[in-house]
């Protein structure tokens, strides 16, 4: 009976499928389909994905090819002195081998790289030390110049050539490398010991497609930038037509080295709390969140588990989903210290400002801006810092829209201004205010200025794995911004002081030659003698004068300085003047300085009495003539709007002064006294 009912179910269904057929690619034929896309479907290595996606890399044109292999190799170079405590000297060639195609050379002083390493940096991608590393660095992914071994030989069949000696070694490791995409493993063409003069280094060497420009996104350029934002290093590169170029490092001081943290709460998202969670060696919430974090002590972890109504025994790879968002919401709830700085590497005022000077000096900037330093600040874990400056005047175009520099851990970013975060800033801000001209107070700014913003952070936001533009992250774009207005808010002022020493100068040669003439015709008229104009002049120039003048002769640059005190009161100062860092050698100097050390000279000056004068002079040797033809002078202990000629002390100097003293007028004749009426002088004065 079964039988028969199975059977006569079958002519059923076999009759419903004859007069009914299924879709076409349903039954069968659909599993034979299904079955042969399995067979296709298979994974790829990292190295074959941007083989056939370089441009993700920034190897999307010929230009900008040989400009990416040149910073991904500088990069490499600078960070690997600064790590074994080198100063960097780094020499890039770039020659032409025919209309196409060029051979790009680095070349470093740096520790070197052990043998068995080599094939792995310069051949492999996503190898490295830095990418879980919560620390400043140039170089977080693993790629930049492996993906330049790549391009180099995609476009040229050609490997790459890798000369590295270690200072324990007698000779240098020579290596031929390709990298074969398929596996994402280096492969040694040729390997031979070569005798090298260098105590230690690295030089590699690369031939691929590209085109060699001039201008501003060219490899001149991006050199140009990296020298600003690293003066301790020195840069020599040679062009295809043979031309040389020098940076010449601005200071023999290394960047800090950066210390690697754990991360910070601030900004934590859900999946990375819920993967550290689970990953950590920690038994108890609350040990888990002190031990993985940085900044939380026992009673901050308590109070972030009380706050979530986590039980702080709990262990972290039981918690749920629930619990992990309620942690978030808690730590945004709990007042945890800013990160520490130890792991970012800021450039610090000085030295931009050096920087700054050192490349921009054919340009004859009338004004460096104090550059601005933020202090750290969090996203999404990860701690960062913002520095900007602002170059004014001398022969920058006053008719273009105002040059931005932009830097990312002391890189320069050259593509993509208009995707990154820094320009955003820039056009955010109202730059009416501060002296620039920009049209309904949106966009980038006209004027004779340039801006610097560098980002130092553990993690830079980058739009993508080209590192040319930083994604528009709100809390870094806020801290920009501020950054942007403190230093505009200096330039606001120190435009307003240029005019007002202008116009103070032109008052100046008044009350010194034309004032006097008047006293001399004025007494005569009335026949009484000429009148002591000491009261008059004071009343009128209410400043303190600062005039100072540099002359090279023998070797010898000798420093003047007089200030002049034309205010009522005697005047206590503390002053400094700033010397180009190294070693020089000192002649005399008048009158005897308080401290002469770390590239500046401190006076004491008690005091300078009313229409009194005090004059400093200094002498320097070691220097050629065009390496020292301005001042930087600095004074403290009084009002910085009294004083004409001088700046108030840098911020990142660390020295406090006692605030300015109450002034107390002296005591000085009467000008009805001396025969002179103000009122009547000034409106004399005015009418010649």
Same mark, same amino acid.
Request: aromatic letters at 6%; proline letters at 6%; a neutral charge.
């Given at each position: 009976?079964?039988?028969?009912?199975?059977?006569?179910?079958?002519?059923?269904?076999?009759?419903?499928?004859r007069?009914?057929?299924p879709?076409?690619?349903?039954?069968?034929?659909?599993?034979?389909?299904?079955?042969?896309?399995a067979?296709?479907?298979?994974?790829?290595?990292v190295?074959?994905?941007?083989?056939?996606?370089?441009?993700?890399?920034?190897?999307?044109?010929?230009?900008?090819?040989?400009?990416?292999?040149?910073?991904?190799?500088?990069?490499?170079? =600078?960070?690997a002195?600064?790590?074994?405590g080198?100063?960097?000297?780094?020499?890039?060639?770039?020659?032409?081998?025919?209309?196409?195609?060029?051979?790009?050379?680095?070349e470093?002083?740096?520790?070197?790289?052990?043998?068995?390493?080599?094939?792995n940096?310069?051949?492999r991608?996503l190898?490295?030390?830095?990418?879980?590393?919560?620390?400043?660095s140039r170089g977080?992914?693993?790629?930049g110049?492996?993906a330049a071994?790549?391009?180099?030989?995609?476009?040229?069949?050609?490997?790459?050539?890798?000369?590295?000696?270690?200072?324990?070694?007698?000779?240098?490791?020579?290596m031929?490398?390709?990298?074969?995409?398929k596996?994402?493993?280096?492969?040694?063409i040729?390997?031979?010991?070569?005798?090298?003069?260098?105590?230690?280094?690295?030089?590699?060497?690369?031939?691929? *497609?590209?085109?060699?420009i001039?201008?501003?996104?060219?490899i001149?350029?991006y050199?140009?930038?990296?020298?600003?934002?690293?003066?301790?290093a020195?840069i020599?590169?040679?062009?295809?037509?043979?031309?040389t170029?020098?940076?010449?490092?601005a200071?023999?001081?290394l @960047?800090?080295?950066?210390?690697?943290?754990?991360?910070h709460?601030?900004?934590?998202?859900?999946?990375?709390?819920?993967?550290?969670?689970?990953a950590?060696k920690?038994? &108890?919430?609350?040990?888990?969140?002190?031990?993985?974090?940085?900044?939380?002590?026992?009673?901050?972890?308590?109070e972030?588990?009380?706050?979530?109504?986590?039980p702080p025994?709990l262990?972290p790879?039981?918690?749920?989903?629930?619990?992990?968002k309620?942690?978030?919401?808690?730590?945004?709830?709990?007042?945890?210290?800013?990160p520490?700085?130890?792991?970012?590497?800021?450039?610090?005022?000085s030295?931009?400002?050096?920087?700054?000077?050192?490349?921009l000096?054919?340009?004859?900037?009338?004004?460096?801006?104090?550059?601005?330093?933020?202090?750290?600040?969090?996203?999404?874990?990860?701690?960062?810092?913002?520095?900007?400056?602002?170059?004014y005047?001398?022969?920058?175009?006053?008719?273009?829209p105002?040059?931005?520099?932009r830097?990312?851990?002391?890189? @320069?970013?050259?593509?993509q201004?208009?995707?990154?975060?820094?320009?955003?800033a820039?056009?955010?801000?109202?730059? &009416?205010?501060?002296? =620039?001209?920009?049209?309904g107070?949106k966009?980038?700014?006209?004027?004779p200025?340039i801006?610097?913003?560098?980002?130092?952070?553990?993690?830079?936001?980058?739009?993508?794995?080209?590192k040319e533009?930083i994604?528009n992250?709100?809390?870094?774009?806020?801290?920009?911004?501020?950054?942007?207005r403190?230093?505009?808010r200096?330039?606001?002022?120190?435009?307003?002081?240029?005019?007002?020493?202008?116009?103070?100068?032109?008052?100046?040669?008044?009350v010194q030659?034309?004032?006097?003439?008047?006293?001399?015709?004025?007494?005569?008229i009335?026949?009484? @003698?000429?009148?002591?104009?000491?009261?008059?002049?004071?009343k009128?120039?209410d400043?303190?004068?600062?005039?100072?003048?540099?002359e090279?002769?023998?070797?010898?640059?000798?420093?003047t300085?007089?200030?002049?005190?034309y205010?009522?009161?005697?005047?206590?100062i503390?002053?400094?003047?700033?010397?180009?860092?190294?070693?020089?050698?000192?002649g005399?100097?008048?009158?005897?300085?308080e401290?002469?050390?770390?590239g500046r000279?401190?006076?004491?000056?008690?005091?300078i009495?009313s229409?009194?004068?005090?004059t400093?002079?200094?002498?320097?040797?070691?220097?050629?003539?065009?390496?020292?033809?301005?001042?930087?002078?600095?004074?403290?202990?009084?009002?910085?709007?009294?004083?004409?000629?001088?700046?108030?002390? @840098?911020?990142?100097?660390?020295?406090?002064?006692?605030?300015?003293? *109450?002034?107390?007028?002296?005591?000085?004749?009467?000008d009805?006294?001396n025969?002179?009426?103000y009122d009547s002088a000034?409106?004399?004065v005015?009418?010649?």
């Open positions: 009976m079964d039988k028969e009912l199975t059977a006569e179910r079958g002519i059923i269904l076999f009759n419903r499928r007069h009914h057929p879709p076409e690619g349903i039954g069968m034929g659909a599993h034979s389909i299904a079955e042969e896309l067979r296709k479907q298979k994974d790829i290595s190295a074959e994905f941007f083989e056939r996606n370089k441009q993700i890399l920034g190897f999307d044109s010929l230009s900008r090819s040989l400009i990416t292999a040149v910073k991904e190799g500088v990069d490499n170079s =600078l960070d002195c600064e790590e074994a080198i100063l960097p000297e780094v020499i890039i060639e770039v020659e032409a081998l025919d209309k196409t195609e060029y051979k790009i050379s680095v470093d002083n740096g520790p070197g790289i052990v043998e068995r390493n080599i094939p940096v310069f051949a991608l190898f490295g030390s830095r990418f879980h590393a919560v620390r400043q977080q992914q693993g790629i110049i492996s071994v790549m391009y180099g030989q995609l476009t040229t069949a050609k490997p790459a050539r890798v000369r590295s000696k270690v200072a324990e070694s007698n000779v240098a490791v020579d031929e490398l390709i990298l074969d995409t596996a994402n493993r280096p492969q040694i040729k390997k031979d010991y070569s005798i090298w003069d260098k105590h230690s280094g690295t030089r590699v060497t690369i031939c691929m *497609k590209g085109r060699y001039t201008g501003k996104q060219s001149l350029e050199l140009k930038g990296t020298a600003i934002v690293n003066p301790h020195q020599s590169f040679k062009d295809p037509s043979g031309s170029y020098v940076f010449k490092r200071s023999d001081v @960047p800090p080295k950066t210390e690697e943290i754990r991360p709460p601030e900004g934590l998202e859900l999946g990375t709390l819920m993967r550290m969670a689970k950590t920690s038994n &108890r919430m609350s040990s888990f969140l002190k031990s993985d974090f940085s900044r939380i002590s026992d009673r901050v972890a308590k972030i588990c009380d706050s979530a109504q986590i025994e262990k790879a039981n918690l749920t989903i629930e619990q992990a309620q942690g978030i919401d808690a730590i945004a709830g709990v007042k945890i210290m800013a520490e700085t130890t792991c970012l590497s800021p450039i610090g005022d030295l931009i400002k050096k920087g700054l000077k050192n490349v000096e054919g340009l004859k900037p009338s004004f460096y801006a104090p550059p601005v330093t933020r202090k750290p600040r969090v996203f999404a874990g990860n701690p960062f810092q913002i520095e900007v400056g602002i170059v005047g001398g022969e920058i175009p006053a008719d273009q105002v040059e931005i520099l830097f990312a851990n002391r890189v @320069p970013l050259l593509y201004q208009g995707a990154c975060a820094i320009t955003a820039v056009e955010n801000v109202d730059w &009416r205010n501060y002296g =620039l001209e920009q049209r107070g966009g980038i700014p006209f004027g200025a801006v610097l913003v560098h980002f130092a952070s553990t993690k830079v936001p980058f739009t993508s794995e080209a533009a994604a992250v709100p809390e870094v774009r806020e801290e920009i911004e501020q950054a942007l403190t230093c505009g200096t330039l606001k002022v120190h435009l307003a002081k240029d005019a007002r020493r202008f116009k103070t100068r032109e008052k100046f040669e008044i030659k034309v004032l006097p003439k008047i006293a001399e015709k004025s007494s005569i009335v026949g009484k @003698p000429q009148p002591d104009l000491t009261a008059t002049i004071t009128i120039m400043i303190v004068w600062v005039d100072d003048r540099i090279f002769a023998g070797k010898r640059h000798k420093v300085i007089d200030i002049y005190n205010t009522q009161t005697g005047k206590k503390s002053f400094y003047a700033t010397v180009p860092d190294g070693h020089l050698s000192f005399s100097v008048q009158p005897k300085a401290e002469v050390k770390e000279i401190f006076w004491d000056l008690k005091r009495a229409m009194g004068k005090t400093l002079t200094f002498e320097l040797e070691g220097l050629e003539k065009e390496m020292y033809d301005e001042n930087e002078l600095y004074a403290a202990g009084i009002d910085p709007s009294r004083i004409i000629g001088a700046e108030p002390l @840098p911020g990142d100097w660390g020295i406090k002064v006692a605030a300015p003293e *109450k002034e107390e007028k002296e005591p000085s004749p009467d009805e006294e025969g002179v009426d000034k409106e004399a005015a009418d010649e």
